[in-house]
Protein backbone atom coordinates (compact mmCIF):
# COMPACT_ATOMS: atom_id res chain seq x y z
CA UNK A 1 0.00 0.00 0.00
CA UNK A 2 0.88 3.72 -0.79
CA UNK A 3 0.24 6.73 0.90
CA UNK A 4 1.23 10.59 -0.76
CA UNK A 5 1.26 13.35 1.90
CA UNK A 6 1.21 16.65 0.82
CA UNK A 7 3.06 18.74 3.58
CA UNK A 8 6.63 17.22 4.71
CA UNK A 9 6.93 19.21 7.87
CA UNK A 10 6.71 18.34 11.65
CA UNK A 11 2.83 17.72 11.65
CA UNK A 12 3.67 15.47 8.53
CA UNK A 13 6.33 13.60 9.93
CA UNK A 14 5.32 13.46 13.27
CA UNK A 15 1.45 12.20 12.73
CA UNK A 16 -0.15 11.83 9.50
CA UNK A 17 3.04 10.37 8.21
CA UNK A 18 3.56 8.29 11.44
CA UNK A 19 0.42 6.44 11.29
CA UNK A 20 0.14 5.73 7.80
CA UNK A 21 3.30 4.26 8.53
CA UNK A 22 2.34 2.48 11.31
CA UNK A 23 -0.49 1.23 9.10
CA UNK A 24 1.62 -0.10 6.83
CA UNK A 25 1.74 2.32 4.07
CA UNK A 26 4.69 3.64 2.06
CA UNK A 27 4.38 7.07 2.37
CA UNK A 28 5.51 9.56 -0.42
CA UNK A 29 5.62 12.76 1.08
CA UNK A 30 5.38 15.98 -0.91
CA UNK A 31 6.43 19.43 -0.28
CA UNK A 32 8.48 22.58 -2.28
CA UNK A 33 10.94 22.95 0.34
CA UNK A 34 13.79 21.56 -1.84
CA UNK A 35 15.96 21.10 1.21
CA UNK A 36 13.77 18.91 3.34
CA UNK A 37 12.81 16.19 0.58
CA UNK A 38 16.92 15.63 -0.28
CA UNK A 39 17.44 15.29 3.63
CA UNK A 40 14.19 12.84 3.61
CA UNK A 41 16.13 11.50 0.49
CA UNK A 42 19.10 11.01 1.89
CA UNK A 43 17.61 9.35 5.15
CA UNK A 44 16.86 5.32 5.58
CA UNK A 45 14.64 6.48 8.61
CA UNK A 46 13.80 8.99 10.62
CA UNK A 47 12.59 8.76 14.66
CA UNK A 48 9.26 10.26 16.40
CA UNK A 49 9.82 11.30 19.72
CA UNK A 50 6.42 10.92 21.96
CA UNK A 51 7.17 13.33 25.14
CA UNK A 52 4.89 13.09 27.95
CA UNK A 53 4.12 11.01 31.10
CA UNK A 54 5.27 8.04 28.96
CA UNK A 55 8.08 9.14 26.80
CA UNK A 56 8.37 6.65 23.76
CA UNK A 57 10.17 7.28 20.20
CA UNK A 58 9.02 5.23 17.07
CA UNK A 59 11.39 4.99 13.83
CA UNK A 60 9.80 5.59 10.35
CA UNK A 61 11.26 3.96 7.77
CA UNK A 62 10.02 2.61 4.07
CA UNK A 63 9.27 6.51 2.72
CA UNK A 64 10.30 8.53 0.09
CA UNK A 65 9.99 12.11 -1.05
CA UNK A 66 8.89 14.45 -3.70
CA UNK A 67 9.89 18.24 -4.69
CA UNK A 68 6.23 19.02 -5.79
CA UNK A 69 7.42 22.26 -7.34
CA UNK A 70 10.07 20.60 -9.57
CA UNK A 71 8.86 16.94 -10.01
CA UNK A 72 5.37 17.36 -11.13
CA UNK A 73 5.23 14.87 -13.33
CA UNK A 74 6.93 12.27 -10.73
CA UNK A 75 4.27 13.51 -8.43
CA UNK A 76 1.35 12.98 -10.58
CA UNK A 77 2.51 9.55 -11.04
CA UNK A 78 2.39 8.59 -7.67
CA UNK A 79 -0.54 9.93 -6.86
CA UNK A 80 -2.19 7.84 -9.60
CA UNK A 81 -0.74 4.81 -8.50
CA UNK A 82 -1.94 5.63 -4.39
CA UNK A 83 -4.16 3.92 -2.05
CA UNK A 84 -4.15 7.34 -0.03
CA UNK A 85 -3.45 11.15 -0.55
CA UNK A 86 -3.42 12.92 2.71
CA UNK A 87 -2.16 16.83 3.24
CA UNK A 88 -1.31 18.73 6.20
CA UNK A 89 -0.05 22.07 4.21
CA UNK A 90 -2.92 24.36 5.89
CA UNK A 91 -6.06 25.48 4.64
CA UNK A 92 -5.33 28.11 2.13
CA UNK A 93 -2.52 25.76 0.39
CA UNK A 94 -5.21 23.01 -0.47
CA UNK A 95 -6.23 25.09 -3.85
CA UNK A 96 -2.46 24.61 -4.77
CA UNK A 97 -2.05 20.90 -4.16
CA UNK A 98 -5.46 20.41 -5.73
CA UNK A 99 -4.29 20.57 -9.15
CA UNK A 100 -1.59 17.44 -9.14
CA UNK A 101 -4.30 15.50 -6.70
CA UNK A 102 -6.78 16.13 -10.65
CA UNK A 103 -4.17 15.00 -12.57
CA UNK A 104 -3.71 11.98 -10.13
CA UNK A 105 -6.86 10.80 -11.03
CA UNK A 106 -7.35 11.37 -14.18
CA UNK A 107 -4.35 8.66 -14.88
CA UNK A 108 -5.69 6.50 -12.43
CA UNK A 109 -6.48 3.15 -14.06
CA UNK A 110 -10.22 3.24 -14.11
CA UNK A 111 -10.03 -0.78 -12.97
CA UNK A 112 -8.53 0.21 -9.12
CA UNK A 113 -9.95 0.98 -6.19
CA UNK A 114 -10.93 4.49 -5.41
CA UNK A 115 -8.49 6.59 -4.45
CA UNK A 116 -8.98 7.82 -0.75
CA UNK A 117 -8.41 11.67 -0.08
CA UNK A 118 -8.25 13.30 3.41
CA UNK A 119 -6.99 16.64 4.14
CA UNK A 120 -5.79 16.61 7.64
CA UNK A 121 -6.18 20.51 8.51
CA UNK A 122 -7.20 22.68 11.30
CA UNK A 123 -10.51 23.61 9.60
CA UNK A 124 -14.11 23.14 9.39
CA UNK A 125 -14.59 20.05 6.82
CA UNK A 126 -11.23 21.00 5.09
CA UNK A 127 -11.73 17.71 2.68
CA UNK A 128 -15.09 18.92 1.23
CA UNK A 129 -13.06 22.55 0.26
CA UNK A 130 -10.57 20.59 -1.43
CA UNK A 131 -12.45 18.38 -3.11
CA UNK A 132 -14.37 21.73 -4.75
CA UNK A 133 -10.79 22.61 -5.90
CA UNK A 134 -10.19 19.54 -7.40
CA UNK A 135 -12.99 19.46 -9.28
CA UNK A 136 -12.97 22.49 -10.61
CA UNK A 137 -9.72 21.14 -12.58
CA UNK A 138 -12.05 19.14 -14.48
CA UNK A 139 -14.05 19.72 -16.84
CA UNK A 140 -17.73 18.78 -16.72
CA UNK A 141 -17.90 16.82 -19.84
CA UNK A 142 -14.89 14.39 -17.53
CA UNK A 143 -16.25 14.36 -14.74
CA UNK A 144 -18.72 11.56 -14.59
CA UNK A 145 -16.10 9.07 -15.62
CA UNK A 146 -14.08 10.19 -12.69
CA UNK A 147 -16.08 10.37 -9.73
CA UNK A 148 -15.77 6.66 -9.06
CA UNK A 149 -12.12 6.73 -9.20
CA UNK A 150 -11.93 9.04 -5.97
CA UNK A 151 -13.36 8.96 -2.19
CA UNK A 152 -12.76 12.42 -0.12
CA UNK A 153 -13.50 11.84 3.60
CA UNK A 154 -13.74 14.82 6.35
CA UNK A 155 -11.22 14.43 8.89
CA UNK A 156 -10.91 15.61 12.59
CA UNK A 157 -7.10 15.82 13.69
CA UNK A 158 -5.39 16.63 17.26
CA UNK A 159 -1.73 16.51 18.10
CA UNK A 160 0.12 18.58 19.87
CA UNK A 161 3.62 19.16 17.47
CA UNK A 162 5.53 22.37 18.74
CA UNK A 163 8.16 24.17 16.67
CA UNK A 164 11.52 21.84 16.31
CA UNK A 165 14.71 23.06 17.54
CA UNK A 166 17.35 24.29 15.23
CA UNK A 167 19.61 21.66 13.61
CA UNK A 168 17.22 19.20 14.67
CA UNK A 169 17.02 17.18 11.30
CA UNK A 170 14.27 15.60 10.38
CA UNK A 171 13.64 13.97 13.39
CA UNK A 172 10.46 15.15 14.99
CA UNK A 173 9.31 16.02 18.79
CA UNK A 174 5.80 15.46 19.38
CA UNK A 175 3.33 15.20 22.64
CA UNK A 176 2.13 11.26 23.35
CA UNK A 177 -1.48 12.45 22.55
CA UNK A 178 -3.02 12.38 19.01
CA UNK A 179 -6.28 11.89 17.80
CA UNK A 180 -7.27 11.40 14.33
CA UNK A 181 -11.33 10.98 13.68
CA UNK A 182 -12.45 10.11 9.82
CA UNK A 183 -15.72 10.26 8.48
CA UNK A 184 -17.03 7.05 6.74
CA UNK A 185 -20.19 8.47 5.61
CA UNK A 186 -18.29 8.73 2.23
CA UNK A 187 -16.82 4.81 1.73
CA UNK A 188 -18.63 3.01 -0.41
CA UNK A 189 -17.83 -0.07 1.14
CA UNK A 190 -15.46 -0.71 4.11
CA UNK A 191 -13.03 2.20 5.00
CA UNK A 192 -9.10 1.45 5.31
CA UNK A 193 -7.88 -0.03 8.49
CA UNK A 194 -5.47 2.78 9.95
CA UNK A 195 -4.72 1.86 13.60
CA UNK A 196 -4.89 4.88 15.42
CA UNK A 197 -8.05 6.56 13.61
CA UNK A 198 -10.98 6.70 14.47
CA UNK A 199 -14.16 6.55 12.00
CA UNK A 200 -17.37 7.63 12.60
CA UNK A 201 -20.65 8.30 11.20
CA UNK A 202 -20.85 12.32 11.80
CA UNK A 203 -18.05 14.28 11.93
CA UNK A 204 -18.98 17.44 12.69
CA UNK A 205 -19.18 17.07 17.06
CA UNK A 206 -15.50 16.29 16.45
CA UNK A 207 -14.47 18.32 14.83
CA UNK A 208 -15.93 21.54 16.20
CA UNK A 209 -15.05 19.94 19.89
CA UNK A 210 -11.33 20.10 18.68
CA UNK A 211 -11.23 23.45 17.04
CA UNK A 212 -13.32 25.25 19.80
CA UNK A 213 -11.37 23.39 22.99
CA UNK A 214 -8.29 22.67 21.63
CA UNK A 215 -7.63 25.09 19.10
CA UNK A 216 -9.34 28.09 20.50
CA UNK A 217 -7.43 27.59 24.25
CA UNK A 218 -4.38 27.17 22.16
CA UNK A 219 -4.59 29.94 20.86
CA UNK A 220 -6.35 31.75 23.69
CA UNK A 221 -3.27 30.82 26.02
CA UNK A 222 -0.87 32.77 22.97
CA UNK A 223 -2.38 36.14 22.91
CA UNK A 224 -2.73 36.70 26.59
CA UNK A 225 0.95 35.34 27.36
CA UNK A 226 2.47 37.12 24.33
CA UNK A 227 0.50 40.09 26.03
CA UNK A 228 2.21 38.85 29.61
CA UNK A 229 5.27 38.60 28.08
CA UNK A 230 5.43 34.65 28.44
CA UNK A 231 8.19 32.88 26.01
CA UNK A 232 6.33 29.40 25.84
CA UNK A 233 2.52 27.96 26.01
CA UNK A 234 3.85 26.49 29.51
CA UNK A 235 5.01 29.31 31.09
CA UNK A 236 1.73 31.58 29.77
CA UNK A 237 -0.31 28.58 31.10
CA UNK A 238 1.26 28.86 34.69
CA UNK A 239 0.51 32.59 34.86
CA UNK A 240 -2.73 33.09 36.84
CA UNK A 241 -4.42 35.25 34.66
CA UNK A 242 -3.85 33.51 31.85
CA UNK A 243 -4.39 30.45 33.08
CA UNK A 244 -8.09 32.00 34.03
CA UNK A 245 -8.69 33.62 30.71
CA UNK A 246 -8.29 30.30 29.22
CA UNK A 247 -10.35 28.79 31.54
CA UNK A 248 -13.48 31.30 31.21
CA UNK A 249 -12.95 30.55 26.79
CA UNK A 250 -13.20 27.06 27.06
CA UNK A 251 -16.55 27.27 29.83
CA UNK A 252 -18.23 29.18 26.95
CA UNK A 253 -17.54 26.93 24.23
CA UNK A 254 -18.14 24.03 25.78
CA UNK A 255 -21.08 25.31 26.08
CA UNK A 256 -22.06 26.10 22.64
CA UNK A 257 -20.80 22.61 22.18
CA UNK A 258 -23.31 20.35 24.59
CA UNK A 259 -26.38 22.70 23.59
CA UNK A 260 -25.14 22.29 19.64
CA UNK A 261 -24.44 18.79 19.28
CA UNK A 262 -25.61 17.29 22.88
CA UNK A 263 -22.33 16.15 24.63
CA UNK A 264 -22.28 15.02 27.62
CA UNK A 265 -21.69 18.18 30.13
CA UNK A 266 -19.04 16.23 32.73
CA UNK A 267 -17.66 14.46 29.56
CA UNK A 268 -17.06 17.54 27.94
CA UNK A 269 -15.55 19.46 30.89
CA UNK A 270 -13.07 16.47 31.45
CA UNK A 271 -12.16 16.78 27.94
CA UNK A 272 -10.88 20.49 28.21
CA UNK A 273 -9.64 19.94 31.65
CA UNK A 274 -7.38 16.71 29.37
CA UNK A 275 -7.13 19.77 26.93
CA UNK A 276 -4.76 22.13 29.73
CA UNK A 277 -3.05 19.85 30.85
CA UNK A 278 -1.43 19.20 27.39
CA UNK A 279 -1.05 22.67 27.15
CA UNK A 280 1.11 22.76 30.43
CA UNK A 281 3.44 19.84 29.29
CA UNK A 282 6.69 21.72 30.02
CA UNK A 283 8.37 18.61 27.79
CA UNK A 284 6.82 20.74 24.65
CA UNK A 285 8.51 24.33 24.76
CA UNK A 286 6.07 25.41 22.02
CA UNK A 287 6.47 29.55 21.53
CA UNK A 288 3.32 32.19 22.41
CA UNK A 289 4.52 33.36 19.01
CA UNK A 290 4.44 30.26 16.58
CA UNK A 291 1.11 29.37 18.22
CA UNK A 292 -0.52 33.16 17.74
CA UNK A 293 1.05 33.50 13.75
CA UNK A 294 -1.42 33.84 11.07
CA UNK A 295 -3.87 35.86 13.68
CA UNK A 296 -6.18 37.15 10.35
CA UNK A 297 -6.49 33.81 9.91
CA UNK A 298 -7.56 33.13 13.22
CA UNK A 299 -10.07 36.23 13.15
CA UNK A 300 -12.22 35.42 9.95
CA UNK A 301 -15.77 33.93 10.30
CA UNK A 302 -15.27 30.53 10.26
CA UNK A 303 -12.15 29.91 12.59
CA UNK A 304 -11.51 29.62 16.46
CA UNK A 305 -13.07 32.33 17.69
CA UNK A 306 -15.35 34.17 15.32
CA UNK A 307 -17.67 31.29 14.72
CA UNK A 308 -17.87 30.36 18.37
CA UNK A 309 -18.79 33.37 19.62
CA UNK A 310 -21.36 34.05 16.71
CA UNK A 311 -23.33 31.00 17.22
CA UNK A 312 -23.72 32.00 20.95
CA UNK A 313 -24.76 35.12 20.22
CA UNK A 314 -27.32 33.83 17.64
CA UNK A 315 -28.87 31.66 20.54
CA UNK A 316 -28.59 34.85 22.47
CA UNK A 317 -25.84 34.25 24.67
CA UNK A 318 -23.43 37.01 25.41
CA UNK A 319 -19.91 35.49 24.69
CA UNK A 320 -17.96 37.46 26.99
CA UNK A 321 -14.91 35.44 27.23
CA UNK A 322 -14.28 35.25 23.39
CA UNK A 323 -14.65 38.92 23.04
CA UNK A 324 -11.78 39.43 25.19
CA UNK A 325 -9.66 36.90 23.66
CA UNK A 326 -10.47 38.92 20.50
CA UNK A 327 -9.17 41.72 21.81
CA UNK A 328 -6.28 40.14 22.61
CA UNK A 329 -5.72 38.82 19.10
CA UNK A 330 -5.97 42.20 18.24
CA UNK A 331 -3.08 43.14 20.27
CA UNK A 332 -0.58 40.36 18.81
CA UNK A 333 2.29 42.50 17.17
CA UNK A 334 5.16 40.53 16.15
CA UNK A 335 7.07 42.28 13.15
CA UNK A 336 8.18 38.73 11.71
CA UNK A 337 4.72 37.45 10.99
CA UNK A 338 3.32 38.65 7.85
CA UNK A 339 -0.35 38.40 9.22
CA UNK A 340 0.21 40.50 12.40
CA UNK A 341 1.61 42.95 10.14
CA UNK A 342 -1.28 43.23 7.94
CA UNK A 343 -3.49 43.21 11.04
CA UNK A 344 -1.78 46.48 12.38
CA UNK A 345 -2.49 48.19 9.27
CA UNK A 346 -6.16 47.08 8.59
CA UNK A 347 -6.45 48.62 11.97
CA UNK A 348 -5.12 51.40 10.94
CA UNK A 349 -6.88 52.01 7.69
CA UNK A 350 -10.41 50.72 8.60
CA UNK A 351 -13.16 52.14 10.67
CA UNK A 352 -13.94 49.66 13.04
CA UNK A 353 -17.17 48.67 11.67
CA UNK A 354 -15.69 47.88 8.32
CA UNK A 355 -12.70 45.65 10.43
CA UNK A 356 -15.52 43.72 11.44
CA UNK A 357 -16.76 42.75 8.02
CA UNK A 358 -14.01 42.46 6.58
CA UNK A 359 -12.30 40.57 8.56
CA UNK A 360 -14.15 39.33 10.89
CA UNK A 361 -17.24 38.23 8.38
CA UNK A 362 -19.75 39.85 10.56
CA UNK A 363 -22.45 41.92 8.92
CA UNK A 364 -24.05 44.76 10.75
CA UNK A 365 -27.58 42.71 10.52
CA UNK A 366 -25.85 39.91 13.08
CA UNK A 367 -26.45 39.81 16.81
CA UNK A 368 -22.81 39.82 17.20
CA UNK A 369 -21.57 42.79 15.27
CA UNK A 370 -22.61 45.79 17.73
CA UNK A 371 -20.51 44.03 20.62
CA UNK A 372 -17.58 43.13 18.56
CA UNK A 373 -17.22 46.54 16.75
CA UNK A 374 -17.17 47.62 20.36
CA UNK A 375 -14.46 45.78 20.84
CA UNK A 376 -12.37 46.90 18.13
CA UNK A 377 -12.77 50.42 18.96
CA UNK A 378 -11.75 49.91 22.30
CA UNK A 379 -8.26 48.24 21.75
CA UNK A 380 -5.72 50.16 21.32
CA UNK A 381 -3.32 49.64 18.45
Given at each position: ???????A?????G?????????????????????????L?A?????????????????V????????A?????????????????T??????????????????R?????????L?????????????????V??Q??????A??????????????????????????????????????????????????????????????????????N??????????????????A???A??E???????V??????????K?????????????K???????????????????????????Q????????????????????L??????????????D???TLK?????????????????????H???????????????
Open positions: MKAVHFGGNIGRFVGLLLHEAGYEVVFADVNAALIDANADSYEVHEVGEESTTTVDHFRAVNSDDPEGLVAEIASADVVTAVGPTVLKFVAPAIADGIRRDADRHPLVMACENAINATDQLAEYWAVPDAERALLDRVVFANTAVDRIVPGQPEGGGIDVTVETFYEWVIEKSGFPGEPPQIPGATFVDDLAPYIERKLFTVTGHATIAYFGFLAGARTIEALLPVEAAARRLEETSMLLVDHGLDADAQRAYREILSRFANPALPDTVERVGRAPLRKLSRERFVKPAAELAEAGTLPVALSAIAAVLQFDVPADESVQLRGSLVPEEFVTQVCGIDSGPLFADLVEVVAATPL
